[in-house]
């Protein structure tokens, strides 16, 4: 699938192939240093909220787009509930599920009371990449019912999840309820648009 997906530039096309413009709403959950917000918003002019909970990556983050006014840098991720965590830092595969050498702390917050709180009604693109955390996540807005509030979920599952095979069938299933699956490659990038 990795190849298939190179082969198809899907990073140059589908991750970036949108019905959006300025007046939409877009999360980048696992934003790392920016680099996807970057092309995503140098197409539409989004509001972007980018969600990074490496501290470094997201003062990286926060100083590419300082003075950019539609682009938000949140230093926490957003899960299934409040917590403070352990991350093994390794780059782009920097996640609380895989041993590493670097160790940084890492906070977390949960995805509906960030939404209440900061009076999210819709969001029309939410990236998510975030290293194994993608299916409690995703539980948790599909048990709230937000993900009816999410035009385009764009999601990379990950395989050293325990369960990651069940977990995720069981988060498609339900996904196909509310959502049409657009493209997917397993394991690589797949993307559902609302019904």
Not at 43 to 72: L, M, W
């Amino acid at each position: 699938m990795v190849n298939q997906w190179s082969e198809d530039r899907g990073d140059e096309t589908l991750r970036l192939n949108y019905d959006l413009d300025e007046h939409s709403m877009v999360f980048d959950l696992g934003g790392y240093e920016g680099q996807w917000a970057s092309d995503i918003f140098s197409r539409y002019c989004s509001t972007i909220h980018i969600f990074e909970p490496v501290a470094d990556f997201a003062k990286r983050t926060e100083q590419r787009f300082r003075g950019n006014k539609k682009i938000f840098v949140h230093n926490f991720g957003l899960a299934n509930k409040n917590r403070a965590a352990k991350i093994s830092v390794n780059g782009t595969s920097s996640s609380l599920y895989k041993q590493g050498n670097e160790v940084t702390p890492g906070r977390f917050v949960k995805a509906i009371e960030f939404m209440h709180k900061n009076n999210i009604k819709k969001i029309d693109l939410a990236k998510i990449n975030i290293e194994g955390g993608e299916y409690d996540l995703l539980e948790h807005l599909i048990e709230t019912g937000f993900v009816h509030n999410i035009r385009n979920i764009q999601v990379q599952f990950h395989d050293f999840v325990p369960n990651a095979q069940q977990r995720m069938a069981v988060i498609q299933n339900n996904l196909q309820k509310t959502h049409s699956l657009t493209y997917q490659y397993l394991f690589v990038w797949e993307n559902w648009r609302l019904k």
